[in-house]
T-cell receptor, first 116, second 115 residues
């Protein structure tokens, strides 16, 4: 299957700083990328969906000004957590899908964010 | 709205015994169902999917799942469990085939295989 990478795998930051997480599709063009958030021992919650070159669509309850998503190319999407606070500490997972509705969706390895 | 339910938070099985992880779904149209596995601090690994066709779907690592339309279930099964199967398992449904469709996850079931 196709490969999706995330960078960094782990990040620790101070409260009030911003953190950028990158998601790359390594061997296919991802027309759509998804960002999920997972709290300990809980399921994955979809935060937003982004299509290349368009603004992201955020799920209800997700602050778009806090979680900035950019999908500027067919192989790269970024999630920036702005002015991070301890409650933003979580496991963030991206997912990418190519063209065509039934095209498979592939998941990245996740990024563990810890805000002190 | 589409949804999936995993009624068991945890399933405990002895190594060598068969295992079943339950999943039921609710969709407005034809279901597009998945099973994923997650190991600690790792992303999701795809196990198998059902779109159409044979109700018994075979996937990775010896897992299989049975689609049952009348019971709206998609239970994950394996004939003989391994200790290495211990992980968190997610059932998921995709709400359609369009480019705008999204994957919605169940709450997850922690599978523990004892030696």
């Amino acid at each position: 299957g196709a490969v999706v990478s995330q960078h960094p795998s782990r990040v620790i930051c101070k409260s009030g700083t911003s953190v950028k997480i990158e998601c790359r599709s390594l061997d296919f063009q991802a027309t759509t990328m998804f960002w999920y958030r997972q709290f300990p021992k809980q399921s994955l919650m979809l935060m937003a969906t982004s299509n290349e070159g368009s603004k992201a669509t955020y799920e209800q309850g997700v602050e778009k000004d806090k979680f900035l998503i950019n999908h500027a190319s067919l192989t790269l999407s970024t999630l920036t957590v702005t002015s991070a606070h301890p409650e933003d500490s979580s496991f963030y997972i991206c997912s990418a899908r190519g063209a065509g509705g039934i095209y498979e969706q592939f998941f990245g390895p996740g990024t563990r964010l810890t805000v002190l | 709205a589409q949804s999936v339910a995993q009624p068991e938070d945890q399933v405990n099985v002895a190594e060598g015994n068969p295992l079943t992880v339950k999943c039921t779904y609710s969709v407005s149209g034809n279901p597009y169902l998945f099973w994923y596995v997650q190991y600690p601090n790792r992303g999701l690994q795809f196990l198998l999917k059902y779109i159409t066709g044979d109700n018994l779907v075979k996937g990775s690592y010896g897992f299989e799942a049975e689609f049952n339309k009348s019971q709206t279930s998609f239970h994950l099964k394996k004939p003989s469990a391994l200790v290495s199967d211990s992980a968190l398992y997610f059932c998921a449904v995709r709400d359609g085939y369009s480019s705008a469709s999204k994957i919605i996850f169940g709450s997850g079931t922690r599978l523990s295989i004892r030696p």
